[in-house]
């Protein structure tokens, strides 16, 4: 049996003023596997990520993060990315003067040099980038864009994908990818994500709404409401969770 | 706004050039101001003190016409009613005029070195530690190197091709024996003696420089360069600069400067005159790294500049592009007078404040023919408790018409404690006239870091690659060799400002 892409055992966590919001957090991830975690607001989704990318702010108080069998609380934000792990944020930030190719080549070649291995030419580089924004239908002009600058919320999002696509993270979170996203681009997005599924890739894509796993079939779903995943499935609890809200998890909780 | 020189011209080179920048940058990165060391040749120095005993010794020993004599007099005698200007914003303690060496000179023999092999070889392994080879590789690059070290140039090199090209580039000593006429005919008159107290003091005091003169029509066949170094403790660096285009002439000029660590504070106040004839063009470039002081604000270079170039004649252009990542105490406003119809004035700088850094830093670009245009880019970096302030006037003069400016001033502040401040000038008495102005004020933010750092960039990288993209439009000004040391000058200056 190998290793679980993500195991994590009885996560607590704090943000800013010790206000705990994840309770005993219990996740398992294998290789392969896409999972979706739905919750209520507040529920602790976008702490989760930040928790797991290390991010200033949010303190882990007890339990532990495996990714891929490394301690992930003792690896470093750059570390923890360059080891696989990636964030698609929900609301991605704007990096003036910085073109898209020139960020990502730094990234790749970041994550390459950890492993290793040799820096990615720039003729082979701007391939790799091409195939993966013709598979995002993204405009060429994209390339060389300031990173999200004056980007929609859409294309924002897509332009994380693309991130994702190049990048080629083992272990992704997707934070409430779908938020903002009009039919057009939820598929293609999803398209995007969907090219990455594999025996050795594992997912975990967090949302609000159903319809994003119409295109994204989850292999599991939870539910996470206040601070712990109080049930998990299979992509028909999802379909109940549309139906029925989280008033029964709620109260339960 | 003109395009960059030698832009790449696809996406391949662009990103092969940003890869060598940020190796570069890695290696910087680990060391401490590298330049920090002192040569120990004994010096030849002037008693500290100013007084006209010690102007005839300066004078004597570069072996001076009497006119130049005079000239240096009459400058002196019209400092000692000057007073030092106060309205900068930067703050320093009394300087004490008369605790300074104005001369200091490494011991040579009384024959001048003909060749490299002459040349002491404590100075030339100086020379190596700062990065300036002068010897065959320099050659081939095809950079010719005026080396000046403290108050006397030691070796030029390359005199053979611009000779053939008929263009003149030596120490301004030399220029003032060899070309009187042209010497005289332009020094003093783009800056005048009494412009400001240092100017003054300047065309007292000056020790060296480089004259630069290309004739007409001749495009200069290399970039020219000139370093400085100031090494003896309490020796003022007043070095003059005088650079002339004939019709139709072209030179690009580099100026780089280090300087190593020292506890008393070094006054640096040099003056750099540009004359550009109809069709002739300038660019003048420079990669400052004095030395700042410590964390503590505690030494460093105090660098008083006047620099100024006349455009005067018809379609002349004159460029300025500095990174200013060094000295204690920046004060400095490259300028140009828009003299000739249909000249370009134009400013790109970058100029980094951090630790106890102080900046008060700008351009003066001054409309007077018609047609004019001049544009200035202006990015100011501040960190940890530094103050840096654009101050630029924009003046477009009566019967400058169809004058076009565009301004762009850009802060970016890392940090809670540092501050940036702008001092705009705009005063246009005609109504054709076109003016822009655009100002932002930004802070490196941990979102922006943390995106980064996600993506797999350490904190050091991802500022870097934050910083350096916000100052990207200015580096694409500099000649490619420059760029490539700028950027890595900028990672080493903000090192430690970030977490």
Same mark, same amino acid.
Request: contains cysteine.
């Given at each position: $049996?190998?290793?679980?892409?993500?195991?994590?055992?009885?996560?607590?966590?704090?943000?800013?003023?010790?206000?705990?919001?994840?309770?005993?957090?219990?996740?398992?991830?294998?290789?392969? @596997?896409?999972?979706?975690?739905?919750?209520?607001?507040?529920?602790?989704?976008?702490?989760?990520?930040?928790?797991?990318?290390?991010?200033?702010?949010?303190?882990?108080?007890?339990?532990?993060?495996?990714?891929?069998?490394?301690?992930?609380?003792?690896?470093?934000?750059?570390?923890?990315?360059?080891?696989?792990?990636?964030?698609?944020?929900?609301?991605?930030?704007?990096?003036?003067?910085?073109?898209?190719?020139?960020?990502?080549?730094?990234?790749?070649?970041?994550?390459?040099?950890?492993?290793?291995? =040799?820096?990615?030419?720039?003729?082979?580089?701007?391939?790799?980038?091409?195939?993966? #924004?013709?598979?995002?239908? $993204?405009?060429?002009?994209?390339?060389?864009?300031?990173?999200?600058?004056?980007?929609? !919320?859409?294309?924002?999002?897509?332009?994380?994908?693309?991130?994702?696509?190049?990048?080629?993270?083992?272990?992704?979170?997707?934070?409430?990818?779908?938020?903002?996203?009009?039919?057009?681009?939820?598929? &293609?997005?999803?398209?995007?994500?969907?090219?990455?599924?594999?025996?050795?890739?594992?997912?975990?894509?967090?949302?609000?709404?159903?319809?994003?796993?119409?295109?994204?079939?989850?292999?599991?779903?939870?539910?996470?409401?206040?601070?712990?995943?109080?049930?998990?499935?299979?992509?028909?609890?999802?379909?109940?969770?549309?139906?029925?809200?989280?008033? @029964?998890?709620?109260?339960?909780? | 706004? +003109?395009?960059?020189?030698?832009?790449?011209?696809?996406?391949?080179?662009?990103?092969?050039?940003?890869?060598?920048?940020?190796?570069? #940058? /890695? =290696?910087?990165?680990?060391?401490?101001?590298?330049?920090?060391?002192? +040569?120990?040749?004994?010096?030849?120095?002037?008693?500290?003190?100013?007084?006209? =005993? %010690?102007?005839?010794?300066?004078?004597?020993?570069?072996?001076?016409?009497?006119?130049?004599?005079?000239?240096?007099?009459?400058?002196?005698?019209?400092?000692?009613?000057?007073?030092?200007?106060?309205?900068?914003?930067?703050?320093?303690?009394?300087?004490?005029?008369?605790? &300074?060496?104005?001369?200091?000179?490494?011991?040579?023999?009384?024959?001048?070195?003909?060749?490299?092999?002459?040349?002491d070889p404590k100075l030339l392994e100086t020379y190596d530690k700062l990065g300036i080879p002068l010897h065959e590789r320099a050659a081939l690059a095809g950079v010719a190197v005026d080396a000046v070290f403290d108050s006397v140039s030691v070796a030029t090199t390359f005199q053979e091709t611009l000779k053939e090209a008929g263009v003149i580039f030596c120490p301004l000593s030399e220029a003032v024996k060899e070309h009187p006429e042209l010497v005289q005919k332009y020094l003093g008159s783009v800056v005048p003696v009494?412009?400001?107290?240092?100017?003054?003091?300047?065309?007292?005091?000056?020790?060296?420089?480089?004259?630069?003169? %290309?004739?007409? !029509?001749?495009?200069?066949?290399?970039?020219?360069?000139?370093?400085?170094?100031?090494?003896?403790?309490?020796?003022?660096?007043?070095?003059?600069?005088? &650079?002339?285009?004939?019709?139709?002439?072209?030179?690009?000029?580099?100026?780089?400067?280090?300087?190593?660590?020292?506890?008393?504070?070094?006054?640096?106040?040099?003056?750099?005159?540009?004359?550009?004839?109809?069709?002739?063009?300038?660019?003048?470039?420079?990669?400052?790294?004095?030395?700042?002081?410590?964390?503590?604000?505690?030494?460093?270079?105090?660098?008083?500049?006047?620099?100024?170039?006349?455009?005067?004649?018809?379609?002349?252009?004159?460029?300025?592009? /500095?990174?200013? +990542?060094?000295?204690?105490?920046?004060?400095?406003?490259?300028?140009?007078?828009?003299?000739?119809?249909?000249?370009?004035?134009?400013?790109?700088?970058?100029?980094?404040?951090?630790?106890?850094?102080?900046?008060?830093?700008?351009?003066?670009? %001054?409309?007077? !023919?018609?047609?004019?245009?001049?544009?200035?880019?202006?990015?100011?970096?501040?960190?940890?408790?530094?103050? /840096?302030?654009?101050? !630029?006037?924009?003046?477009?003069?009566?019967?400058?018409?169809?004058?076009?400016?565009?301004? /762009?001033?850009?802060?970016?502040?890392?940090?809670?404690?540092?501050?940036?401040?702008?001092?705009?000038?705009?005063?246009?008495?005609?109504?054709?006239?076109?003016?822009?102005?655009?100002?932002? +004020?930004?802070?490196?933010?941990?979102?922006?870091?943390?995106?980064?750092?996600?993506?797999?960039?350490?904190?050091?990288?991802?500022?870097?690659?934050?910083?350096?993209?916000?100052?990207?439009?200015?580096?694409?000004?500099?000649?490619?060799?420059?760029?490539?040391?700028?950027?890595?000058?900028?990672?080493?200056?903000?090192?430690?400002?970030?977490?």
């Open positions: $049996m190998s290793t679980p892409l993500l195991e994590i055992k009885d996560l607590h966590a704090v943000v800013g003023d010790n206000k705990e919001i994840l309770k005993g957090l219990n996740l398992t991830v294998n290789r392969g @596997e896409v999972h979706a975690i739905m919750g209520p607001n507040g529920a602790g989704k976008s702490t989760l990520g930040n928790v797991l990318s290390g991010r200033e702010g949010y303190e882990r108080t007890s339990g532990t993060v495996l990714l891929d069998g490394k301690d992930v609380f003792e690896m470093d934000i750059d570390e923890r990315a360059n080891e696989g792990l990636f964030l698609a944020f929900q609301y991605p930030v704007e990096i003036p003067g910085v073109g898209n190719h020139y960020f990502l080549k730094a990234a790749l070649n970041a994550k390459r040099k950890y492993h290793g291995e =040799d820096e990615l030419a720039a003729g082979a580089f701007l391939k790799l980038m091409k195939e993966k #924004m013709a598979l995002l239908e $993204m405009d060429a002009r994209y390339k060389s864009r300031d990173v999200n600058v004056g980007f929609s !919320g859409g294309e924002k999002k897509r332009n994380e994908i693309l991130q994702m696509t190049m990048l080629n993270p083992k272990m992704a979170l997707l934070d409430e990818t779908d938020s903002g996203l009009d039919i057009d681009a939820l598929r &293609i997005v999803s398209k995007g994500v969907n090219s990455m599924r594999d025996k050795d890739h594992g997912m975990i894509v967090v949302t609000h709404y159903q319809r994003l796993l119409d295109h994204i079939q989850p292999d599991f779903v939870h539910v996470l409401v206040d601070g712990k995943i109080v049930k998990s499935g299979d992509k028909s609890l999802a379909l109940e969770l549309e139906e029925k809200g989280y008033a @029964e998890y709620e109260a339960a909780a | 706004m +003109t395009t960059a020189e030698s832009q790449p011209n696809n996406d391949a080179e662009k990103l092969a050039s940003e890869k060598v920048a940020s190796d570069e #940058m /890695q =290696d910087l990165v680990k060391k401490d101001y590298k330049w920090g060391f002192v +040569t120990d040749i004994e010096a030849d120095s002037a008693p500290p003190g100013l007084n006209e =005993d %010690i102007i005839r010794f300066i004078s004597a020993k570069k072996d001076e016409p009497e006119w130049l004599l005079n000239w240096r007099l009459d400058a002196y005698r019209k400092w000692l009613k000057m007073t030092p200007p106060e309205w900068a914003h930067v703050e320093h303690p009394e300087i004490d005029f008369q605790d &300074i060496i104005y001369y200091s000179a490494p011991k040579i023999d009384e024959n001048a070195p003909k060749s490299l092999d002459e040349v009494t412009d400001n107290f240092y100017t003054a003091l300047n065309a007292a005091v000056f020790s060296e420089g480089s004259f630069c003169f %290309i004739p007409k !029509g001749v495009r200069c066949p290399m970039e020219l360069s000139t370093y400085f170094r100031i090494n003896q403790a309490k020796t003022g660096q007043f070095e003059r600069t005088l &650079i002339v285009c004939e019709e139709g002439a072209y030179v690009s000029y580099l100026e780089g400067c280090t300087a190593p660590q020292r506890d008393e504070n070094q006054l640096h106040a040099a003056v750099v005159e540009l004359v550009c004839l109809d069709d002739a063009e300038i660019k003048y470039s420079t990669v400052q790294n004095w030395y700042p002081g410590d964390e503590e604000g505690k030494g460093g270079i105090y660098n008083f500049v006047t620099k100024r170039g006349a455009c005067r004649g018809a379609r002349s252009k004159i460029s300025w592009t /500095q990174v200013e +990542t060094g000295s204690a105490i920046t004060w400095k406003y490259p300028s140009v007078i828009l003299q000739g119809d249909d000249s370009v004035g134009e400013f790109y700088s970058v100029a980094v404040t951090s630790n106890m850094q102080q900046a008060d830093t700008g351009t003066k670009m %001054i409309h007077l !023919g018609k047609n004019t245009t001049s544009t200035i880019i202006s990015k100011g970096i501040t960190a940890m408790k530094a103050q /840096q302030s654009y101050r !630029g006037l924009v003046k477009v003069n009566k019967n400058a018409e169809n004058a076009r400016n565009y301004t /762009q001033c850009d802060s970016l502040l890392i940090g809670e404690t540092c501050g940036a401040h702008t001092y705009p000038y705009i005063e246009v008495r005609n109504p054709t006239a076109s003016v822009e102005h655009e100002a932002t +004020t930004s802070k490196v933010s941990e979102d922006q870091i943390f995106y980064c750092q996600q993506r797999g960039l350490s904190e050091e990288d991802a500022v870097n690659v934050i910083v350096n993209g916000f100052c990207k439009e200015v580096f694409r000004q500099l000649p490619m060799e420059f760029a490539v040391e700028a950027q890595a000058l900028l990672n080493v200056s903000l090192e430690g400002a970030v977490g």
